[in-house]
T-cell receptor, first 117, second 113 residues
Framework: DGGITQSPKYLFRKEGQNVTLSCEQN?????MYWYRQDPGQGLRLIYY???????QKGDIAEGYSVSREKKESFPLTVTSAQKNPTAFYLC????????????????FGSGTRLTVV | AQSVTQPDIHITVSEGASLELRCNYS??????LFWYVQSPGQGLQLLLK??????LVQGIKGFEAEFKRSQSSFNLRKPSVHWSDAAEYFC???????????FGPGTSLSVIP
Protein backbone atom coordinates (compact mmCIF):
# COMPACT_ATOMS: atom_id res chain seq x y z
CA ASP A 1 0.00 0.00 0.00
CA GLY A 2 1.16 3.52 -0.73
CA GLY A 3 1.83 5.91 2.07
CA ILE A 4 4.30 8.01 4.01
CA THR A 5 6.78 6.52 6.43
CA GLN A 6 8.34 8.62 9.15
CA SER A 7 11.17 7.32 11.26
CA PRO A 8 12.01 7.03 14.02
CA LYS A 9 8.76 7.24 15.96
CA TYR A 10 10.59 8.55 19.04
CA LEU A 11 13.87 10.47 19.04
CA PHE A 12 15.94 11.94 21.82
CA ARG A 13 18.38 14.77 21.29
CA LYS A 14 21.10 16.01 23.55
CA GLU A 15 21.85 19.69 23.88
CA GLY A 16 23.98 20.95 20.97
CA GLN A 17 23.32 17.92 18.80
CA ASN A 18 21.92 17.79 15.29
CA VAL A 19 19.35 15.11 14.53
CA THR A 20 17.70 14.06 11.29
CA LEU A 21 14.11 12.93 10.89
CA SER A 22 13.32 10.70 7.96
CA CYS A 23 10.28 11.01 5.67
CA GLU A 24 9.76 8.67 2.71
CA GLN A 25 6.71 8.42 0.45
CA ASN A 26 5.78 5.96 -2.30
CA UNK A 27 2.72 7.85 -3.51
CA UNK A 28 4.53 9.53 -6.41
CA UNK A 29 3.56 12.90 -4.95
CA UNK A 30 5.46 15.96 -6.10
CA UNK A 31 5.01 18.09 -2.99
CA MET A 32 6.22 17.32 0.52
CA TYR A 33 5.91 19.26 3.77
CA TRP A 34 7.22 19.33 7.31
CA TYR A 35 5.03 20.55 10.15
CA ARG A 36 5.72 21.01 13.81
CA GLN A 37 2.92 20.41 16.31
CA ASP A 38 2.95 21.73 19.85
CA PRO A 39 0.09 21.30 22.33
CA GLY A 40 -2.59 23.92 21.76
CA GLN A 41 -0.82 25.47 18.77
CA GLY A 42 -2.01 23.40 15.86
CA LEU A 43 0.37 22.75 12.98
CA ARG A 44 3.10 25.17 11.97
CA LEU A 45 4.87 24.82 8.64
CA ILE A 46 8.65 24.41 8.76
CA TYR A 47 9.66 23.74 5.14
CA TYR A 48 8.03 22.54 1.98
CA UNK A 49 9.15 21.31 -1.40
CA UNK A 50 7.16 21.15 -4.61
CA UNK A 51 9.84 19.63 -6.81
CA UNK A 52 13.12 17.77 -6.48
CA UNK A 53 16.12 19.96 -5.62
CA UNK A 54 13.92 22.86 -4.60
CA UNK A 55 12.35 23.83 -1.27
CA GLN A 56 10.97 26.88 0.49
CA LYS A 57 10.94 28.09 4.07
CA GLY A 58 7.70 27.94 5.96
CA ASP A 59 6.67 29.99 8.96
CA ILE A 60 9.19 28.60 11.47
CA ALA A 61 12.25 27.53 9.44
CA GLU A 62 14.91 28.91 11.80
CA GLY A 63 17.00 26.13 13.31
CA TYR A 64 15.90 23.56 10.72
CA SER A 65 17.25 22.39 7.38
CA VAL A 66 15.96 20.07 4.65
CA SER A 67 17.02 18.47 1.39
CA ARG A 68 15.07 17.07 -1.54
CA GLU A 69 17.48 15.01 -3.61
CA LYS A 70 14.86 12.39 -4.51
CA LYS A 71 11.16 12.68 -5.15
CA GLU A 72 10.45 10.05 -2.50
CA SER A 73 12.47 11.52 0.33
CA PHE A 74 12.38 14.78 2.31
CA PRO A 75 14.53 14.52 5.46
CA LEU A 76 14.43 17.21 8.13
CA THR A 77 17.47 18.11 10.22
CA VAL A 78 16.90 19.77 13.56
CA THR A 79 20.08 21.70 14.23
CA SER A 80 21.59 22.89 17.49
CA ALA A 81 20.37 26.36 16.57
CA GLN A 82 16.80 25.27 17.28
CA LYS A 83 16.52 26.19 20.94
CA ASN A 84 13.24 24.50 21.70
CA PRO A 85 13.00 21.41 19.49
CA THR A 86 10.83 19.26 21.72
CA ALA A 87 7.68 18.69 19.67
CA PHE A 88 5.77 16.29 17.46
CA TYR A 89 6.93 16.49 13.83
CA LEU A 90 4.67 15.58 10.94
CA CYS A 91 5.58 15.00 7.33
CA UNK A 92 2.98 15.23 4.59
CA UNK A 93 2.81 14.92 0.84
CA UNK A 94 0.41 15.94 -1.87
CA UNK A 95 0.00 15.67 -5.62
CA UNK A 96 0.19 18.99 -7.39
CA UNK A 97 -1.34 20.46 -10.48
CA UNK A 98 -0.85 23.85 -12.02
CA UNK A 99 -3.59 26.13 -10.76
CA UNK A 100 -4.61 23.81 -7.98
CA UNK A 101 -1.41 23.35 -6.07
CA UNK A 102 -1.63 21.03 -3.10
CA UNK A 103 -5.39 21.25 -2.93
CA UNK A 104 -6.09 17.59 -3.42
CA UNK A 105 -5.42 17.25 0.28
CA UNK A 106 -2.43 16.01 2.19
CA UNK A 107 -1.41 12.50 3.14
CA PHE A 108 0.35 12.51 6.50
CA GLY A 109 2.88 10.24 8.10
CA SER A 110 2.41 8.99 11.64
CA GLY A 111 4.88 11.48 13.10
CA THR A 112 8.12 11.61 15.05
CA ARG A 113 8.15 12.76 18.65
CA LEU A 114 11.41 14.55 19.41
CA THR A 115 12.49 15.16 22.99
CA VAL A 116 15.51 17.06 24.26
CA VAL A 117 17.30 15.29 27.10
CA ALA B 1 -3.88 37.35 4.87
CA GLN B 2 -5.23 33.86 4.89
CA SER B 3 -6.33 32.53 8.29
CA VAL B 4 -8.46 29.83 9.85
CA THR B 5 -10.17 29.98 13.21
CA GLN B 6 -11.79 27.23 15.19
CA PRO B 7 -13.64 28.94 18.04
CA ASP B 8 -13.99 25.84 20.21
CA ILE B 9 -10.80 24.54 21.79
CA HIS B 10 -12.53 21.57 23.39
CA ILE B 11 -15.98 20.00 23.03
CA THR B 12 -17.55 17.17 24.99
CA VAL B 13 -20.56 15.28 23.68
CA SER B 14 -22.43 12.16 24.70
CA GLU B 15 -22.24 9.10 22.52
CA GLY B 16 -25.15 9.09 20.10
CA ALA B 17 -25.58 12.86 20.24
CA SER B 18 -25.13 15.10 17.22
CA LEU B 19 -21.95 17.07 16.67
CA GLU B 20 -21.04 20.34 15.02
CA LEU B 21 -17.50 21.71 14.95
CA ARG B 22 -17.10 25.28 13.83
CA CYS B 23 -14.58 26.65 11.35
CA ASN B 24 -14.26 30.18 9.99
CA TYR B 25 -11.79 31.31 7.39
CA SER B 26 -10.47 34.56 6.04
CA UNK B 27 -9.68 34.64 2.34
CA UNK B 28 -10.61 36.96 -0.50
CA UNK B 29 -11.70 34.38 -3.01
CA UNK B 30 -13.36 30.99 -2.85
CA UNK B 31 -10.92 28.81 -0.98
CA UNK B 32 -10.25 25.13 -0.96
CA LEU B 33 -11.44 23.83 2.41
CA PHE B 34 -10.55 20.70 4.33
CA TRP B 35 -11.27 18.88 7.57
CA TYR B 36 -8.69 16.52 9.04
CA VAL B 37 -8.85 14.26 12.09
CA GLN B 38 -5.96 13.25 14.34
CA SER B 39 -6.02 10.43 16.87
CA PRO B 40 -3.59 10.75 19.80
CA GLY B 41 0.02 10.26 18.77
CA GLN B 42 -0.87 9.79 15.12
CA GLY B 43 -0.75 11.73 11.90
CA LEU B 44 -3.73 13.51 10.39
CA GLN B 45 -6.29 11.88 8.14
CA LEU B 46 -8.35 13.74 5.56
CA LEU B 47 -12.08 13.58 6.39
CA LEU B 48 -13.44 15.66 3.51
CA LYS B 49 -12.69 18.56 1.21
CA UNK B 50 -14.56 21.25 -0.68
CA UNK B 51 -13.43 22.76 -3.97
CA UNK B 52 -16.57 23.90 -5.73
CA UNK B 53 -20.11 22.84 -6.55
CA UNK B 54 -22.52 21.47 -3.97
CA UNK B 55 -21.89 23.28 -0.70
CA LEU B 56 -22.75 20.21 1.38
CA VAL B 57 -19.84 17.80 1.26
CA GLN B 58 -19.88 14.20 2.41
CA GLY B 59 -16.79 12.63 3.89
CA ILE B 60 -15.57 9.46 5.49
CA LYS B 61 -16.75 8.04 8.83
CA GLY B 62 -20.22 9.59 8.43
CA PHE B 63 -19.04 13.21 8.57
CA GLU B 64 -20.32 16.05 6.43
CA ALA B 65 -19.51 19.75 6.17
CA GLU B 66 -21.34 22.73 4.74
CA PHE B 67 -19.68 25.66 3.02
CA LYS B 68 -21.41 28.97 3.68
CA ARG B 69 -19.82 31.78 1.73
CA SER B 70 -21.87 34.51 3.41
CA GLN B 71 -20.60 33.44 6.82
CA SER B 72 -17.08 32.40 5.71
CA SER B 73 -17.70 29.13 7.48
CA PHE B 74 -17.13 25.45 6.85
CA ASN B 75 -18.64 23.63 9.83
CA LEU B 76 -18.24 19.91 10.32
CA ARG B 77 -21.22 17.82 11.40
CA LYS B 78 -22.09 14.28 12.36
CA PRO B 79 -25.63 13.16 13.26
CA SER B 80 -24.63 10.55 15.85
CA VAL B 81 -21.21 10.49 17.50
CA HIS B 82 -19.43 7.23 18.33
CA TRP B 83 -16.85 6.84 21.09
CA SER B 84 -14.21 6.22 18.42
CA ASP B 85 -14.73 9.78 17.12
CA ALA B 86 -12.86 11.19 20.12
CA ALA B 87 -9.88 12.95 18.53
CA GLU B 88 -8.49 16.32 17.47
CA TYR B 89 -10.13 17.93 14.45
CA PHE B 90 -8.42 20.46 12.21
CA CYS B 91 -9.96 22.75 9.64
CA UNK B 92 -7.65 23.91 6.84
CA UNK B 93 -7.79 26.31 3.90
CA UNK B 94 -5.86 26.42 0.64
CA UNK B 95 -5.62 28.90 -2.18
CA UNK B 96 -5.76 28.50 -5.92
CA UNK B 97 -2.03 28.65 -6.21
CA UNK B 98 0.97 26.38 -6.25
CA UNK B 99 1.29 26.77 -2.54
CA UNK B 100 0.60 25.39 0.92
CA UNK B 101 -2.42 24.84 3.12
CA UNK B 102 -3.07 26.75 6.35
CA PHE B 103 -4.37 24.83 9.37
CA GLY B 104 -6.60 26.04 12.16
CA PRO B 105 -5.62 25.50 15.81
CA GLY B 106 -7.79 22.42 16.19
CA THR B 107 -10.78 21.34 18.30
CA SER B 108 -10.40 18.49 20.73
CA LEU B 109 -13.46 16.24 20.92
CA SER B 110 -14.26 14.07 23.93
CA VAL B 111 -17.09 11.54 23.85
CA ILE B 112 -18.90 10.50 27.02
CA PRO B 113 -20.26 6.93 27.02
Amino acid sequence: DGGITQSPKYLFRKEGQNVTLSCEQNLNHDAMYWYRQDPGQGLRLIYYSQIVNDFQKGDIAEGYSVSREKKESFPLTVTSAQKNPTAFYLCASSPTEVGRGPNYGYTFGSGTRLTVV
Amino acid sequence: AQSVTQPDIHITVSEGASLELRCNYSYGATPYLFWYVQSPGQGLQLLLKYFSGDTLVQGIKGFEAEFKRSQSSFNLRKPSVHWSDAAEYFCAVGRTSYDKVIFGPGTSLSVIP
